[in-house]
């Protein structure tokens, strides 16, 4: 449906450690009913009730086998069959997913009350949703690993409400037929005529765009294709250009990396994460994004969330 709202919840924003303010990577995105996980670091459950958001998730997305964006998926997966959980989970990510998730079942020893199961993923690949398709592109982390991207279907156009009145449609029910694509008919018998929604609807609208990196280096140069345009860009961002040197050799990115990454992309917004637990403050990592990109820039906190609203 093209009224969805759209929140992400920013669970964890650190980079491999948690800190007392930041937990390990995790991102709730939540579409209407439909709840994803994106990563799942140790102490997911406890950010989930501070953010009051409860456990009701449709499938996690792992970016890749570092055990800071999985660790927490073991606690949960217990805590949703001891509440009763019966609907099917599904963890997708790249290579070596069957693995965790057959260990999962096997180092947890508990009755597992809901089917689990696991689909790698790689480039390229896309899983639909209702409304909206989830999608994998290959990062450089030194091992295999993926981001991903949420998008929307394109929307309807705008109705023109003058221009139905006009080819004899009167206000009322036929208006809502024409707006959900349907032909209606005026009058009856041979003089009734056909009025089709692309008469009186504007061209498509776009969806919404979310993409997540996950860890990497630098990488937008290989995924403009699917990864442009982005409401939000949620961009690795572990160290500041100071130590630039250490990010490449720990396959991360800058800031300033990642604020080159959402202009060559065409971002919308600019969010940075995992940073480092060497960094008790973040306004360099904005300072240094801020010099390639001039849009929007956040760093959020650990519990925060954002609404992505429609560009129009």
């Not at 959980?85 to 260990?103: C, S």
């Not at 919404?208 to 140069?221: N, W």
């Not at 294709?225 to 050799?249: C, F, K, V």
């Not at 600019?270 to 929007?296: C, E, M, N, W």
């Amino acid at each position: 449906m093209s009224g969805e709202t759209l929140h992400v919840y920013f669970l964890g924003t650190a980079g491999a450690l948690p800190t007392p303010t930041r937990n390990p990577p995790c991102i709730m995105i939540r579409r209407g009913s439909d709840t994803l996980l994106f990563d799942c670091g140790e102490g997911a459950q406890q950010q989930m009730m501070r953010s009051r958001c409860g456990f009701t998730i449709n499938a996690i997305f792992v970016t890749h086998w570092h055990a800071d964006h999985f660790l927490g998926i073991f606690g949960l997966v217990q805590t949703m069959s001891f509440n009763g959980r019966t609907e099917p989970l599904t963890i997708y990510g790249p290579e070596w997913v069957h693995d965790f998730v057959a260990t999962l079942r096997q180092v947890a020893r508990f009755n597992l009350k809901f089917p689990m199961e696991s689909v790698e993923l790689g480039h390229g690949s896309w899983v639909r949703f209702d409304g909206y398709t989830v999608s994998a592109f290959s990062v450089n982390h030194g091992l295999p690993a993926l981001g991903f991207v949420l998008e929307e279907d394109p929307r309807p156009g705008r109705f023109d409400r003058e221009r139905a009145i006009e080819l004899g449609v009167p206000p009322g029910p036929l208006f809502g037929k024409l707006q959900r694509g349907e032909v209606v008919k005026i009058g009856m018998g041979e003089s009734a005529i056909e009025i089709r929604p692309e008469q009186v609807m504007g061209e498509l609208r776009r969806g919404r765009k979310i993409v997540y990196t996950g860890d990497t280096r630098a990488v937008h140069y290989g995924i403009m294709d699917i990864a442009h345009d982005a409401d939000l860009l949620i961009h690795d961002a572990t160290y500041d250009e100071s130590e630039a040197a250490r990010a490449s050799e720990f396959y991360h990115a800058t800031a300033g990396q990642a604020g080159e990454a959402a202009a060559a992309l065409n971002a919308a917004t600019l969010v940075l994460i995992h940073t480092s637990s060497r960094y008790t403050d973040v306004q360099a990592h904005v300072s240094d994004a801020r010099k390639k990109f001039t849009g929007p820039i956040l760093a959020p906190n650990d519990l925060d969330m954002v609404e992505v609203p429609f560009r129009d």
